[in-house]
């Protein structure tokens, strides 16, 4: 079986941290930040979106093995009647199953390039994904440094004016923590546009595999392969 080299989907994507998310969106909820909520859903629920089904469709196209198992029964055929039958049925034969080869070889290298972009833009993905929960993870780690309910009685109760320095640092901190997610999530994203944007050009190269993506060559009319009176035994394939 001929199958062509393509690129592989080197991990599948880390699980999401549902603890993280929550631990986040408790805080956030306290200081109303409603675009935290937001974010947190479009990383769960829209940023991984189908890249698992094209992970899947990828790894079809790259097990195809019909076209190389279909080249391989040509020639088979060919080296069947090689130096035992002769005449102009026998050469053209020969011409047409070349035309075929060919064509096979094409399209099983038009499969791989179809493989090869479509694992490319899932590893894209995943790798965006697994960054974006990264960042999560960082932002609840910094956010675990604070109690909870110390943050509410800040909000919430009146300050000694003692600890006022203090209870705007640890608000300040959470805003921060806050702020870095978001920067840090839009600047992942910037920079996976930016790259989509190359695999954007990809899509002349999925219309060029339709192009290199040939039909069978069909037979000749007048080729004499279906007329046995144009096929003739080699008197070099008896032996003596």
Request: with cysteine; net charge negative.
């Amino acid at each position: 079986m001929v199958t062509s080299a393509v690129s592989t989907t080197q991990h599948a994507p880390p699980p999401y941290p549902e603890d993280a998310d929550a631990k986040v969106r408790q805080f956030a909820g306290i200081f109303g930040r409603d675009d935290i909520f937001r974010l947190l859903d479009d990383m769960r629920k829209n940023l991984l979106g189908d890249a698992l089904s094209v992970q899947k469709l990828a790894q079809q196209f790259a097990e195809v093995g019909t076209l190389g198992d279909a080249k391989a029964d040509v020639g088979a055929a060919v080296q069947a009647v090689s130096g035992t039958w002769s005449g102009r049925a026998a050469s053209q034969f020969g011409t047409y199953t070349t035309r075929v080869s060919e064509a096979l070889d094409k399209q099983n290298t038009a499969v791989g390039a179809m493989s090869s972009i479509l694992t490319d833009i899932t590893n894209l993905v995943i790798d965006t994904y697994a960054s974006a929960i990264k960042l999560l993870g960082t932002c609840a780690a910094e956010l675990s440094k604070f109690s909870l309910k110390a943050v509410i009685a800040l909000l919430t109760v009146e300050i000694p004016i003692v600890d006022i320095f203090t209870a705007k640092d640890v608000i300040d901190s959470i805003v921060e923590a806050f702020g870095t997610l978001v920067k840090e999530f839009v600047d992942l994203l910037g920079d996976a546009t930016k790259k989509m944007g190359e695999f954007f050009g990809e899509s002349n190269a999925l219309a060029r595999v339709a192009t290199d993506f040939p039909e069978m060559p069909e037979l000749g009319g007048n080729s004499g392969i279906d007329n046995q009176k144009q096929w003739r035994v080699d008197p070099s394939a008896w032996p003596e």
